[in-house]
């Protein structure tokens, strides 16, 4: 590592160099030569000194950089080494073999995973590394040889062939069998009514209504269907075979969806801290009281994959932006920022409260993703208990 690093030096001198000589050229066309304008700067200084003054700033400049780059890359190694051994828990408590270790380590190098552990908690991140997985295999083996059957092994132990209707769907091989669908194939042609029959790793198939349609092999097929409690979606895909309307699609993973309603909530009593980011008021009474950066502690009432209900001894006003740090089972949240929406005073008994309802702002889908399945479990277990 070191070794490398003193490598990279002199190509840091080099372009530091350079910059410098970009700068001044301007000026050395003006004035013949650049020690005129460094004579002119220090008067009293010879070339010498200034080549000597010039060329300590260089090297010091150059060792800055070089620290720089070693503690960025520690952090890195550290940050990768760290999730590769959440990888190997997460692995083990997914009772993975062998050859399920090393073709989910495949799928990881496909995907240019940088965090490996993550494909266990977004399926959206495993969909997307399992079709650069596919594509690169095809490139590169006979398609026969596609190991489709133990990559189907590997979503079930995943836990994968089942979405939580609160993750959004980014893959036709995430679809379910039974799911009712519409269809169409060119312009003139009308609505069709159809149903998914079957879901394999390899290609999906749909059983039409009606009389046979004449539908060639490579046509693209438009896709319409409603999720319940998701959204709407709407994709194309190509048409593999057709016979008697038992059409084999291909996969893709470019799903539009729209959504058909607000998150789902679940009731929670979760410690929180909240750090003020940007206060929404031009009051200055308001301002001194709660300053940027003031961590108040509070208490999550709700949480959905949107935002929270949260509770607090002081009243942030609407509009004002927050970071929020809580821990979910498995999850600490740390930095997530949220908008206030809307504060209301409540009693609880002598002290005054307000319930702020908050919505998370630029959240990474990863963080959402383990948020929405922390609402899901929790949702499902309430529910048995009802």
Known sequence: MIIRTLGMLPISVFIFFIGVSSLFSAETAKRNNVTEIFSKA?????????????????????????????????????????SWQNFSELAGKSELGVEDMKLLKGLIHAGNIKQADTIFEAPGIYEKALSA???????????????????????QKLDFVMVP????????????????ITIKSGKKSGFIKARVKEVTEQAWTIQAEGTPLSMGDNQEIMVWFIRAGDGEYHLQSRLISNQDNMMVLSHTLNL??????????????????????????ADEIIQKELPQGLKLDGRIIDISGGGMALRLSKNIPSNSMVKLFFDLPGTPVKNAQAVVLSSNPVKKGVDDAFIHRLKFSDMEVQLQEKIIRFVFEKNRMDSQFR
């Open 256 to 281: 539009q969806r729209k959504q058909l309603r607000n998150w789902v909530r679940v009731d929670v009593n979760i410690p929180c801290r909240v750090s003020i980011w940007e206060l929404n008021t």
């Open 42 to 82: 220090f008067p009293s200084a010879s070339p010498l000194l200034i080549v000597v003054i010039g060329t300590l700033l260089i090297l010091i400049l150059g060792c800055f950089v070089a620290w720089e780059i070693i503690k960025t890359d520690k952090q890195k190694r550290e940050k990768v080494s760290l």
């Open 133 to 155: 997985f596919i594509e690169e295999f095809s490139q590169n083996y006979p398609e026969e040889s596609l190991p489709y059957q133990e990559l189907y092994h590997l979503r």
């Open 165 to 180: 209707i609160e993750t959004p769907l980014v893959s036709t091989r995430q679809l379910t069998p039974g799911l009712p």
